[in-house]
């Protein structure tokens, strides 16, 4: 069974960084494509960053340039610079045996966290 586990969620003011952790564990042998994904207040899951096990990143379009995921083995993390209030939301860290898709949420079937909340105040 492996065990998804994020970490760094706060409140901080909007032009603010953050950042967020995630440890996933259970089989040390086996290198996981990652993702972070989040759930704005009333709206659906969305895809943020993902990166694959060459450590290439790919990003949603709405945090391209203000976002970076970076992973050290199976710990990956998400480094938020210059955040707005439209950056709340619950922010969700998935792995998977196989490759992800910022786009498509539906494409991960593998294990998800619980979930760190970010919230941006203006």
Same mark, same amino acid.
């Given at each position: 069974?492996?065990?998804?586990?994020?970490?760094?969620?706060?409140?901080? *003011?909007?032009?603010?960084? =953050?950042?967020?952790?995630?440890?996933? %564990?259970?089989?040390?042998? /086996?290198? &996981?494509?990652?993702?972070?994904?989040?759930?704005?207040?009333?709206?659906?899951?969305?895809?943020?960053?993902?990166?694959?096990?060459?450590?290439?990143?790919?990003?949603?379009?709405?945090?391209?340039?203000?976002?970076?995921?970076?992973?050290? *083995?199976?710990?990956?993390? =998400?480094?938020?610079?210059?955040?707005? %209030?439209?950056?709340?939301? /619950?922010? &969700?860290?998935?792995?998977?045996?196989?490759?992800?898709?910022?786009?498509?949420?539906?494409?991960?079937?593998?294990?998800?966290?619980?979930?760190?909340?970010?919230?941006?105040?203006?």
């Amino acid at each position: 069974q492996v065990q998804v586990v994020e970490s760094g969620g706060d409140s901080v *003011q909007a032009g603010r960084s =953050l950042t967020l952790s995630c440890a996933a %564990s259970g089989h040390a042998d /086996m290198t &996981y494509f990652g993702g972070w994904f989040r759930q704005p207040p009333g709206k659906k899951r969305e895809g943020v960053a993902i990166i694959d096990v060459a450590g290439n990143p790919t990003y949603a379009w709405s945090v391209k340039g203000r976002f970076t995921i970076s992973r050290a *083995q199976n710990n990956f993390y =998400l480094h938020m610079n210059n955040v707005t %209030s439209d950056d709340t939301a /619950m922010y &969700y860290c998935a792995v998977d045996t196989r490759p992800l898709s910022v786009h498509v949420v539906s494409t991960v079937l593998g294990y998800w966290g619980q979930g760190t909340q970010v919230t941006v105040s203006s």
